[in-house]
């Protein structure tokens, strides 16, 4: 495939690339700034913002699927890269005609079991209340844009290794599903890419 990618140079965006290019797709990366990322094979890279919506645009022409790894700039402020990144892109894959999205999100858009989401439940951590409603409009973007997209939702995504054992649930959070590694929810993007699975449908992911 060819993939456009937003959010190369983070924790999950940076992984998906190796595993992307390792399985021999190619890969046009938007960087804010070009020098973060190192020239490879399959690898073309822009340097240019994702709020910048033709630029955005410009990035998806051609490609087959898109894929964001975009996260917030920090809890207290979390910035629109995420949020309006997400409504950029989908804008710019409804003028170029691409269909499969994926993206990364937090488990506050994630259904409760006791109803409603989890972002909106008396006991989620008001630290991340302003993060999660960030996701919430990633994911609102993508629900709305009727393509086939797939949000991924975790836990804390930490440090490791690319096990490929891990659990998932469409809607929810796992059972105890309370972490991943970085390594394995870049696994789970390029699996859901390559098998289709999982359109448009959040997928709660975790150990």
């Known amino acids: ?27 046009r990366a938007l960087v804010r700034d070009a020098k973060k990322l190192a020239p490879r094979d399959g690898l073309e890279i822009v340097q240019g913002d994702v709020l910048d919506a033709a630029t955005v645009a410009r990035v998806i022409a051609g490609t087959d699927a898109v894929v964001s790894g975009l996260g917030g700039a920090g809890v207290e402020d979390p910035g629109e890269a995420q949020s309006q990144g997400m409504r950029n892109i989908v804008a710019g894959m409804a003028q170029h005609g691409v269909r499969r999205v994926l993206g990364v ?15 909106d439940q008396p006991t989620f951590p008001a630290v991340f209340k302003k993060v999660s409603s960030r996701h919430k409009e990633a ?18 995504i930490v440090p490791g290794e690319r096990t490929g054992v891990y659990r998932t649930l469409e809607d929810f959070l796992p059972d105890g599903g309370r972490k991943i590694s970085v390594e394995d929810v870049a696994d789970f993007l390029i699996r859901s890419l390559r098998d289709g699975t999982h359109k448009q449908k959040r997928v709660g992911a975790g150990y």
Do not use: P
């Open 139 to 156: 994911w609102h973007a993508m629900r709305d844009s009727g393509l086939d997209w797939t949000m991924v939702a975790t836990g804390d």
């Open 105 to 119: 999100a937090g488990g506050g858009i994630l259904d409760s079991v006791n109803g409603g989401l989890r972002h």
């Open 1 to 27: 495939m060819f993939i456009a990618l937003f959010g190369a140079t983070g924790r999950v965006g940076g992984r998906f690339l190796d595993y992307a290019l390792a399985d021999g797709h190619r890969v």
